[in-house]
């Protein structure tokens, strides 16, 4: 009879993404790759019918709160699932992991919450921000690229891209630039670059910032001359709108749409049949996010009220990613491959990345030996 009742009740998730503003192509790609994951298991996990709600953080942590608040208040959630950004991460973490709720992150991976600020509550489906970072670094020193200037937002996630950078790369930083969240005029750091003339620019700047950075990089005629190298600048949610002037860029990735994987190619065409624009990290991440779910649910007979059976379930990871292989590490974060991958058109005209090399094998954070076991 309870397990009746538990089958009948809904299992409600909270989507807490970034929706409005020059960012939202971002969390929209990752609402619309979580909603395809809910249709795919037939709008069941673990024999529940699943109820989501979505959320707007707007980019800014105390709306980010008030929102997650009555998320679980109101709302009453069994898994918060977002957001994008790592500022918003860090803003909610806490209530969402205080209220004994399960937090499952389909792209922001701070370093703050991967050592001692760990949670058994917290789950990222996406990667510790450092890594994608520090695959360009890894990539410029191999490449012999002897001075480098960094140019990012300024905020936690830039300074994570600074520092998984310098991980790996030996040579010369000749500049860093922070420029405010949200900056769309880049003509006093692009002036520098050119005077500068450095071996290579390695850059963070997500959505809109993206965007406009790299058309005006291109109209500057810098593409031609000095390589550039990126994380979450040149991707599929901003690709439609950098279209050629992005073309030949490079970027750090652990997953791209033209993986030769069936379940990968699977999700690609459905993807696009449904929304029409080739899905991204930010979509296969969030779809691996409802997997992830979803295998918990079935581990526990679609109960959520043994908190620590449920831990246990999403620990296993039991499910078939996107991207291949994939398991986590004791911090919550996942263990897995990561590539360098370059801007491409497709023979259709669409625009999408592609793997040029694997850089890294089962690679874990460098944090994760300072969570504490069981935290």
């Keep these: 009879m309870a397990g009746q009742a538990i089958a009948q009740e809904k299992l409600k998730i909270g989507l807490v993404l970034t929706l409005s503003g020059p960012a939202a192509v971002l969390g929209q790609q990752a609402r619309d790759g979580f909603n395809l994951a809910v249709k795919d298991l037939g709008g069941k996990m673990g024999g529940r019918d699943v109820e989501v709600v979505i ?48 937090l499952i992150s389909p792209n922001s991976g701070p370093s703050s919450l991967a050592g001692k600020a760990c949670s058994s509550y917290m789950y990222v489906t996406s990667y510790q921000n450092d890594q994608v970072h520090q695959v360009l670094g890894k990539v410029a020193q191999d490449r012999g690229y002897k001075r480098v200037y960094l140019l990012v937002p300024n905020y936690q996630a830039g300074k994570d891209a600074v520092a998984g950078f310098k991980i790996d790369y030996k040579g010369e930083v000749i500049e860093e630039s922070y420029v405010p969240l949200n900056t769309l005029d880049f003509q006093a ?15 963070f700047m997500p959505g809109g910032m993206g965007v ?69 990290t930010y979509a296969f991440q969030a779809y691996d996010a409802a997997l992830l779910i979803d295998s918990a649910l079935k581990a526990t007979k679609g109960d959520v009220s043994n908190k620590d059976a449920i831990k246990a379930a999403l620990k296993k990871a039991d499910f078939t990613s996107l991207r291949g292989g994939f398991k986590f590490n004791s911090n919550g974060y996942p263990i897995q491959d990561f590539y360098l991958v370059k801007a491409a058109k497709r023979p259709d005209g669409k625009f999408q990345t592609e793997v040029v090399q694997k850089v890294y094998s089962n690679f874990g954070d460098q944090f994760a030996k300072d969570c504490p076991a069981g935290n």
């Design 55 to 102: 959320a707007d953080d707007e980019l800014k942590p105390d709306v980010a709160v008030t929102k997650v608040k009555g998320l679980l208040e109101r709302d009453k959630v069994d898994f918060v699932v977002g957001p994008i950004f790592s500022n918003i991460l860090i803003a909610i973490q806490k209530p969402v992991v205080e209220a004994k709720t399960f």
């Design 189 to 203: 750091e692009l002036s520098k670059i050119a005077s500068l003339n450095p071996d290579a620019i390695f850059t």
């Design 212 to 280: 406009n950075l790299v058309k005006q990089y291109k109209q500057a005629g810098l593409s031609d001359r000095i390589p550039f190298l990126s994380a979450f600048t040149v991707d599929e949610s901003t690709l439609p709108a950098q279209q050629d002037a992005a073309v030949g860029m490079f970027g750090g990735a652990n997953w791209a749409p033209n993986f030769d994987l069936p379940q990968s190619k699977k999700f690609v065409a459905a993807y696009e049949a449904a929304y029409n624009n080739v899905p991204g």
